[in-house]
């Protein structure tokens, strides 16, 4: 006997009335009207069965901390980040583990089940890093938490980080961070590129770097991390992240930097949320928008995120760990409304950080791990138009949270009727 069917869903790939076998953790079988048996059943009801979103760009040692000590009134990174250096001091380890939990369970209640998070190593003691080594431990029957040594002040700019970073990892931390836009000249930040590709090559380890986060086109260090990433061989495991200079680059500038970066196999993530509120702070009109060029990356068979990157911190006070938002927003700022370009919307918090995490087994297929996400929409789109409710959020086939489906009542001319928000026809594929 199998653990759990689901019968009667979509798939993202277009297909109707499909059935889902789970067992042993296990996708067994897919097909429509599956002759199979298991303890539980599932009514999918037609509507959309996802792998889990995926987060490839988030800050769970500052998560939930947004007006400690005050609120960042500029908006700016720069602020955020002297924020942020102001707390760093008095954060306590057990309130960072608690804070990541509670986010941790929001994250699953909207099926956001892997998240690679960055974690800042600069303050000697590791608090952060050992905080979230504990989180990782504790989450990972539900969630897989994949962490960054992440040098927030720089690698070179602030002493002693480099043997921070290098000790973070040996505690285990995953992938290596950087930062090379904040280190104090171009020079060092071209030089602390060279310095932590070369580490991760020769440590086998993946790399993502915050890359070029910053309004100034002269800031190319996307350049020097796709020039190390090919020179090294680490192609297919480094990752830019932001890459929001790109926004205002030459035009012929970026049509060599384009070919470079797909050479290289370098991922790119994008943070639509945070890139349209942080960019463009010293401009007045018009005002850029912030975010790198996401189609353009896409079209040149660029593997490209949507990532989350703050919620409730020094930098950003929204968010609530909804992936479908962030897709809607990176669909927006990038202007991606043909149907092609808001399939690839979806994909960007699903297949895209998918890979660049290098997850395992990811998908709605036999022999892929039985973790997924019931939508109340019928396909990608509507799921995005409507931050479609989470009816169910499946892992390792086991029920791990449920929401009821969005529903209101209305009370117009005394007719009870229940408004059906997915009355839309279908989005063309
Ligand atoms: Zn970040």
Known sequence: ????????????????????????????????????????????????????????????????????????????????????????????QDAIVER?????????????????????????RLLAVEALIDVRMRVKPYLDLQLVAFPQDGVLRTPGTLANLRRALSLGVDVVGGIPHFERTMADGAESVRILCELAADDGRLVDMHCDETDDPMSRHIETLAYWTQRLGLHGRVTG????????????????????????????????????????RHDTYPKRRGMTRVPELIDAGVTVAFGHDCVMDPWYALGCGDMLEVASMGLHVAQMTSAAGMRAAFDAVTVGPAQILHLDGYGIAPGCRADCVLLQARDPVEAIRLRAARLAVVRAGV???????????????????????NLRPMQPS
């Open 241 to 280: 992240s932001h890459l929001t200079s790109m926004h205002s680059m030459d035009n012929y500038y970026v049509s060599k930097l384009i070919p470079l970066i797909r050479e290289a196999q370098v991922s790119a993530v994008a943070n639509p949320l945070i890139n349209i509120t942080i960019q463009g």
């Open 100 to 124: 990541a939990l509670a986010y941790c369970d929001w994250a699953v209640a909207k099926g956001l089940l892997a998240i690679r998070s960055h974690v800042d190593v600069c303050d000697s």
């Open 1 to 92: 006997m199998h653990e759990l069917i689901i019968r009667n869903v979509n798939l993202v790939d277009g297909r109707c009335g499909q059935d889902v076998l789970i067992g042993a953790g296990r996708i067994v079988d897919v097909g429509r009207a599956l002759d199979a048996r298991a303890a539980r059943t599932l009514d999918g009801g037609g509507n959309l069965l996802s792998p889990p979103f995926v987060d490839a760009h988030f800050h769970m040692d500052s998560t939930l901390t947004y007006g400690m000590p005050r609120v960042n009134d500029s908006g700016t990174l720069l602020e955020g980040i002297a924020l942020w250096g102001e707390l760093k001091p008095t954060l306590a």
């Open 399 to 421: 029920i791990v949270a449920e929401s009821p489906p969005a529903t209101a009542t209305l009370r117009i001319d005394g007719r009870p009727a229940h408004v059906d928000w």
